[in-house]
């Protein structure tokens, strides 16, 4: 703990930073973090009774060093994403003292860090990721024909936004089709466990205790699909890169269950949820925007813009947490050895020192160095897929579309992690 004065925020303005109901209201969010952003960049936010005291770090250079400097800001430590003192209870009695439910590579440090990562990074690099072009195309078409069959109205996130990466990212781990729908169901259970329209478990208003068993089980289904899966793909190996995890070693050695299991969920779960989330609010912004939409249709060297920009806009991982490894200092503030700090991508990336107007959505934004990828060595792993996915996609359906508007109020899901759109009514004519 740092020993000298610090900013603090307590009260309903510490409670708002780790409720997720508080997330919905996206206006309102950024409000507030651009009020903590000019007034105390680094915080301590303390709720007593309900989590450890952490530093929220708000602006965009504070979250770049941090996410940069990987041998004084570790993962693996503490929890990498924000729990409260029950669920991270919880979450240790089930693994055994590690405060990290999956060990995937996002709660790795160096030197396992580097070593599990070099084990698909090739697989992920442009040349690698464009041999899947075509079959990648041929799904944005069959996503977009569900869309045209749908008449001229839908809600965009179940039709189109949600199952088009899962295709992708279970084509990718050589999950059979007919699994798709069980890999979402776990996915939303995992990420949406905050959210009662996303968790799918019937309960309207549940506990800290009932999230965490929720997600708990859901971890332990994807764990037993990937062993079997494992399995599989070390009797048959394939070119995809479940058959990379299942046949690699480190150290001369297989991955343990627990190892590859969170391997798998990462590549699937993250793979899948966070560029749904930016697809979706993509089409939000055209839907907002028929101007842009129009210029987008008539040039679609706008196409990588649009990208670049609707992921930076919609943040869709909202922060992590890092721990201090030694005492240091962050925007003026002591920082001691083993503080927790949670870096939030939503405030760095409409930090208006960096962008201006941070809350336009502009498409022809240049430079736009975001962070919602992140950055160093923990920077997202799939993250040229998520981009040429997501260029696959609208170039079908600027083809398909002639014009688009909303047919609804949009709704975003309650989370303080992986957040985003859950529903996108637009109305939409076709071309002809």
Known sequence: M????????TGQEALAIVDPGNYVDWDGLLDQFDKIRRETPVVRVVNDEIHDPFWLVTSYDDVMRIS??????????????????????????????????????????????PKYRRLTQNWFMPKNIGKMEAEIKALAKTTVDRLVDAGN???????????????????????????????????????????????????????????MQLVVGAVADF???????????????????????????????????????????????????????????????????????????????????????AIRWTTPVQHFMRTAAEDTEIGGQKI?????????????????????????????????????FGAGSHQCLGLHMARMEMKILFNELLDRIETLELAGEPKRAKSTFVGGLKTLPIRYSLSK
């Open 2 to 9: 740092a020993t000298q004065a610090e900013p603090i925020l």
């Open 336 to 372: 001691a050895k083993d503080d927790w700090l949670m870096i939030s991508y939503i405030a760095a990336n409409h930090d208006e020192t960096i962008f201006p107007d941070p809350r336009k959505f502009d498409a022809t934004r240049s430079p736009n160095r975001h962070l919602a």
């Open 153 to 211: 109205e839908a809600d965009f996130v179940p039709l189109v936004s949600a199952p088009y990466p899962l295709h992708v990212v279970m084509q990718i781990l050589g999950v059979p089709e007919a699994d798709e729908q069980r890999m979402l169901f776990l996915t939303q259970q995992m990420f949406g466990g905050q959210d009662e329209d996303l968790n799918k478990s019937g309960m309207a208003n549940m506990t800290p205790e009932q999230v």
């Open 223 to 309: 764990e037993a699909y990937f062993v079997k899966l494992t399995e599989e793909k070390r009797a048959n190996p394939t070119e995809d890169v479940a058959s990379v995890i299942a046949n690699a070693k480190v150290d001369g050695a297989h991955l343990s269950d627990r190892d590859m299991a969170g391997y798998y969920i990462i590549l699937a779960a993250a793979g899948h949820d966070t560029t749904s989330a930016s697809t979706a609010g993509a089409m939000l912004a055209l839907a907002q925007d028929p101007e842009q939409f129009a210029r987008l249709k008539a040039d679609r060297d706008l196409l990588p813009g649009i990208v670049e920009e």
């Open 68 to 113: 940069k400097d990987n041998k004084l800001f570790l993962n693996s430590p503490r929890s990498v994403t924000f729990s409260d003192k029950a669920g991270g209870a919880f979450v240790k009695s089930i693994t055994g003292g590690d405060p990290n439910l999956v060990n995937s590579l996002v709660a790795l440090d160096a030197p396992t860090h």
